[in-house]
Structure formats: C-alpha cells, structure tokens
C-alpha cells in the first residue's frame, strides 16, 4: 500500500497537533525530514524537521516510530507531536506532501488499514468512530464496549454455531452414502431454534441506537398548558417562544441536552384542540406524530382544566404532569401526578429528577453487548431471515441443498457485521464518514 499521512488532531491553535504517517515509507519520510531514521520503536525523540526542498526549520517536534506489526494500523507508523500553531501544521504537511511515494491520506484510511491488516474487525472499527462523535457518558461507555469488540465477539460466536449447523447439512448431503447418523440435516433445528429466539430478542432491543442517536422525548397537551415553559425550564434557557395566546406553537421545536449521561432531545408541539386553522391543524397532526414517535412522553395539563381523562391514554413509560397549581385551590391529585408551578418553580425539581430517573432506567445501566447502528440491524435482519427460511424447510422435511444455502446466507449475513465476509464491498461504506486522520 502507499505510505499516507494526514494530521490525527482537529486544525485549530492548540499546545499540540499530531501528524500520523503510515506505510512503508514512514521511516524514510521521517530520514528526509529530520536526517535520521526511524529510530528505536515506541521511544520519543526530539528532533528538527526542516523543509525538503529549502531546508527551511519547520519545527522541533517530539517523534515515534511504531514498527509493523506493533501500531495502529499494522504498518510502519511515526507520529510527528507538533506545536499545534496552523502555520506549523501545514508546513509539515506541505513538506510530506513533497515527498516522493507518499500522500495525504482519505477519510478513515487508517483505521480501515488497520480492518484490512485484521488488527481489529469491523464493528470494533464503528466503535472507534463512535468514540470519537460521543457527546454524554453513555455513549462513551457504550462506544468503549464496541470498541473493545464486545458486539463482534458476540456475532463470531453466532456465525460459527450457524456454520457448525451448516457443516451437519452439507455432510448429509456430500456423504449420503456413509455411515452416518440418521436424520443429520434434522438433528441441527433444535440450535437453530434457539439461535433464531436469541437473536430476534436482540433485535427487539433498540437502547444501543437510542443512545447512540438520542432519545426523543415529547412533551404532549392542549394550548397554554405550559409546556414551552417547561422545555425552556429543562433546558436552562429561553429556547422555545412563550406566550399567553393559544396556538402559538404550530412546529415541533427540538431543544438537545444531557440526562443522566444519556443524549436527550425534548419536542415542544402544537396544543392540542379542535377547530382551528389549517396551519394549526397541520402542527397538531405533527404533534400527533411526534408522541407516537417519542420513547417517552410528558403527558401535560393546566391545573385549571385538569382532568383525569387527558391521561388514561398514557403509557406506564410515560409522565403526567399538571403545571399551573399555584393557580386553584384543589388540584387535580393523583400518586402517579406530578404537580408544579413552573412559574413559582414548585414541584419543579421534583418532576426533573423524576425524568432523569425514568430515562436512566429505560436506557441506562447497561453492560451487555447491543446493536447500535443501521447497519448492524440490517444484517442480523437478513440473517433472521435467513434463518427462519432453513427452520421452515427442515420442519417439513425440505430439500437439503436448499437448507444449506439458506443457512449460507445466514452465515454471510452476521459474518458482515464484523467484516468477516465480503469485506471489500462494506469498506466505503463504513469509512466514508470518518474523519481525516482516523
């Protein structure tokens, strides 16, 4: 492969800024621009980097050199630790730029070198990425655990009983004519059985994409009930429009912030009524949409026209909230009720707390490997799929070449999640969102 290199921190003034050079001219690369080789492996040098071509002195940089196959990428690696002033940065990169057999590197080239070189697999390598994008604690945590290959080891576990499967199959077919025990192909649905039910439960899990992606909460009632208040009291800021005139919320509005350590988007939407105009109607039906949508919604009424009806569709996920109970002498009372006056601020604590707890339990806490991109679900879907076609045929005694192939596909399916198969093809698509560097 062509020796690369690309800086491995953000362009921007900093202490320090490192440039990544990787390939099997990294040492030669580092000869040309400081006189002397690679040195030894994993120690750091203070060396003069000049220019090329002028001999200009660019920097005094802190240099490694990782030897393959013991780096990050599996090849040669040296590692320039620059001032992080731009000036500096870029004329280091200039200088690589003008040295023969070496080139900027693409989006991800590194880490997918280090895929190709069977440093880690696929789904390790999304971690990586993930890590990198991570805004709150939880997804730290959970990037971490894919990084560390929790998920890929799950799926090779998978893929090996289905080839185990699959091996019983193709011998009934390849040695019909030994002695072997009766019934081969049939002996192996019992596992696939239990192999179908673990991995539809997995399926039915969707924390993983939650917190990668966010959970969506929607604060739900009619006009003036205060919810805008409300979103604007959880974000700390006057995010949304408050206003005493009905119907002045017509969108979704989004407002993003951090929940127990988990990424939390909280939509305002329209109140909900009858009678109105078209473009209130449009935003209720929205506000529809989004509640059926949300993991989680604020079921919300003013204490003035509070009525035990407005919450009988809840689910048991969801929280009720009346608001305004500064207002009236006997709100409406209930154990599972919350009751504040956003205006005063009272029970206002109370009902946050009460949220940050709910959300903790529904996504929080969690140590088990979980899918947690598109990507993933689509496979182990095809792999289900795949599946429950060679169930169907062995239970009425079907042709067992076609069993095989079905469980072929099965196999080739959860062998994509960590690239195990058909890896070239899944390349692009993984790295074209990494960043330059990485």
Known sequence: METIFAPATARGRGGVAVIRISGSKAGAALQVLS???SGAPRTAELRELTDPDSGEVLDHALVLFFE??????GED???????GGLAVVDSVVQGLGKIEGLRFAEAGEFTRRAVVNGKFDLSAAEGIADLIEAETSAQQAQAVRQMKGAFGALCDVWRDRLVQSLAYVEADIDFADEDLPEDLAASVLPGL?????EMSGFLSDHRGERIRDGIFVAVVGPPNAGKSSLVNALARRDAVIVSEEAGTTRDVVEVRLKMAGLPVTICDTAGLREGVGVVEQEGIRRARKTSEEADLRIWMQGAE???PDFFATADARDLKLVNKVDLVANPLEAPDIFQVSIKTGSGLDGFENALESRIGEMFGDQEEPVITRARHRTELESCVSALEGAMSLLRVGG????????????ARAVGRITGRVDVEELLDVVFRDFCIGK
């Not at 059985?193 to 039910?197: R, V």
């Not at 069993?403 to 596909?409: D, K, P, S, T, V």
């Open 35 to 37: 006189g002397r080789g």
């Open 68 to 73: 393959s196959p013991h780096s990050f990428t």
């Open 77 to 83: 690696v040296v590692e320039l630790h620059l001032h």
């Open 193 to 197: 059985t239990a192999l179908n039910e």
């Open 305 to 307: 026209e509070a009525s």
């Open 399 to 410: 042709e067992t070449a076609l069993i095989a192939e079905e469980l072929r596909h099965a």
